[in-house]
């Protein structure tokens, strides 16, 4: 189990976490990609420029057809990108845009020529590359940009920019392991692109002990001495043949990672090429981010009038442009200016429909909402017109069914049936339910002495029972028509339906039951019987 880590050394963590990231933010970064379709050899270059530019670049971006450059603008911002390499096709050749975040300029150039990393690597004996190349940065070298032009200057700083700047007396030596060089030809006006791989090694002593430096040993089976190898190195392969002198010996001012290499000691520096090559040339500069006046333009060259006319036109459709948008603000404030108006206007007829509604509400219906007050008044008035008109004095239950609004359906109703309990038998009880509004008829004998009033709309037979309107076959007794769906005979007629079918077995119909001399016609009657 290790030892905790002490505060001391926590802090200094933290400390350089918080160093690594501001210098990470403070480099630039870069988007390499492309617009439009482009071939698979075109898709191939963009991802090995994505290496060289490694590790301050989008190594995985994806890119979709439906995505545009302000896409990629958006994004670039939160994240702190600060170029974008951008790569096209034509029918003319390939191109490539190189834009500074966020308002330019923009550097147009046509690839020429171009190889491809995979080729370049498989054309060398020997390559040296590997994974531990690429967590650095590459030294930026830049040659022939020191003549005259504005636009030669301006491609320079654009390619410093693109890579992080390097104090010489900060820096450490084992971190440069690649390096990028950009030579520009003032005669063919064309920039040549190389990418290499660092390789130091140590001078000033034989092959044979160079071979012995080295991590692979020789082979000394056919030496009788080992002063052979040291001094003649001997049966060396001529590939291991050395190519160094004063163009790439310097005097190294720090160790570097490599056996021999010691600090204030002579070593070799060697290139080897690991791709990809381009050629280059500059075409247009534009001031905007992909837009703006043209500052420069390698084909196309323009008088003072001209590019005067063409500021006036620029300016001219800038101030088209703030006066349409001026006026569309002007509409949109208007618009939502009548639509707050309109939702209040909305709210406010709301609330007056709820208010009308709550006074309709409150409004007192005489007879149905005066049930307290108001209903014993009128009950008053109906005891004091019958004094005045009789001559007696009412009887307690007379108007009790207006105290029983009073008190509500439930109360003065159980002293009625305990009061009528005694009085009425259960055959007067029967001979009020055979009778058509019995109990609200017994209840007018009461309140007005057992004065006889003939029910209306009907005649009173001798027995006191009434005649009931004669119905015919198809109406019941409310007026509406029966629907017979059972197995019934109508004068010889046959009903499929069996529905309301009889259940006995006597008889055939539903209506053969015997009756007197009162008996309805139409109905069919058992043979024999009648």
Do not use: W
Not at 84 to 89: D, E, L, P, V, Y
Not at 213 to 237: H, T, V, W
């Amino acid at each position: 189990m290790g030892k905790s880590k002490t505060k001391n050394q926590k802090k200094s963590r933290a400390e350089a976490n918080h160093v690594a990231q501001e210098t990470y933010r403070s480099v630039p970064h870069s988007f390499v990609f492309h617009r439009g379709q482009v071939g698979k050899n075109v898709a191939q270059l963009i991802t090995d420029v994505r290496r060289v530019m490694e590790p301050y670049t989008a190594e995985h971006l994806k890119v979709r057809k439906k995505n545009v450059l302000k896409d990629f603008v958006a994004v670039a911002g939160p994240i702190g990108v600060t170029h974008f390499m951008i790569f096209g096709k034509t029918p003319a050749g390939v191109t490539m845009r190189l834009a500074r975040l966020p308002k330019g300029p923009t550097l147009y150039f046509k690839v020429l020529k171009y190889t491809l990393m995979k080729d370049v690597v498989s054309s060398l004996k020997k390559h040296r590359m590997h994974g531990k190349q690429f967590t650095h940065h590459p030294l930026l070298i830049l040659n022939n940009f020191g003549s005259n032009g504005m636009h030669i200057k301006l491609m320079a700083t654009m390619f410093q920019n693109m890579f992080p700047s390097i104090n010489v007396h900060k820096v450490l030596l084992n971190t440069i392991k690649r390096c990028v060089l950009l030579n520009y030809s003032p005669e063919t006006q064309e920039i040549e692109f190389r990418h290499y791989s660092l390789k130091v090694v140590p001078v000033g002593m034989s092959r044979g002990v160079k071979k012995l430096m080295q991590e692979r040993f020789p082979n000394m089976s056919k030496f009788e001495d080992i002063s052979e190898l040291m001094m003649k190195g001997a049966k060396l392969s001529e590939s291991e043949a050395e190519q160094d002198g004063e163009h790439n010996i310097t005097e190294l001012p720090q160790v570097y990672s490599g056996r021999g290499n010691m600090a204030s000691e002579q070593s070799a520096i060697r290139l080897t090429e690991i791709g990809p090559r381009m050629t280059l040339q500059l075409t247009k500069i534009q001031d905007g981010m992909a837009g703006g006046n043209v500052m420069y333009h390698a084909t196309i060259s323009k008088t003072e009038e001209d590019i005067q006319e063409i500021l006036q036109r620029k300016e001219a459709q800038m101030k088209a442009k703030a006066e349409r948008r001026k006026k569309q603000e002007k509409n949109v404030a208007q618009k939502k200016k009548q639509k707050e108006e309109h939702k209040k206007k909305s709210l406010a007829g709301i609330k007056r429909k709820a208010d009308d509604k709550d006074k309709d509400n409150e409004v007192e219906d005489p007879g149905v909402q005066d049930g307290g007050a108001g209903a014993a008044v009128e009950s008053d008035d109906e005891a004091e017109y019958y004094r005045q008109a009789v001559g007696e004095e009412p009887d307690e239950d007379m108007f009790l069914k207006k105290r029983r609004s009073k008190d509500g359906p439930r109360g003065p109703a159980k002293k009625m049936r305990k009061l009528n309990g005694n009085k009425t038998s259960g055959q007067d009880k029967g001979a009020k339910r055979s009778v058509p509004g019995g109990r609200y008829k017994d209840k007018q004998e009461k309140k007005f002495g057992n004065q006889e009033k003939k029910p209306f709309g009907k005649k009173q037979s001798p027995g006191g029972k009434p005649f009931r309107k004669k119905t015919s076959d198809r109406e019941n007794r409310f007026g509406g028509k029966k629907k017979f769906e059972g197995k019934r005979t109508f004068s010889g007629k046959i009903n499929k339906g069996k529905a309301f079918q009889s259940k006995s077995k006597k008889s055939k119909g539903v209506f053969n039951k015997k009756s007197g001399g009162g008996a309805k016609q139409g109905f069919k009657h058992k043979k024999g019987k009648g």
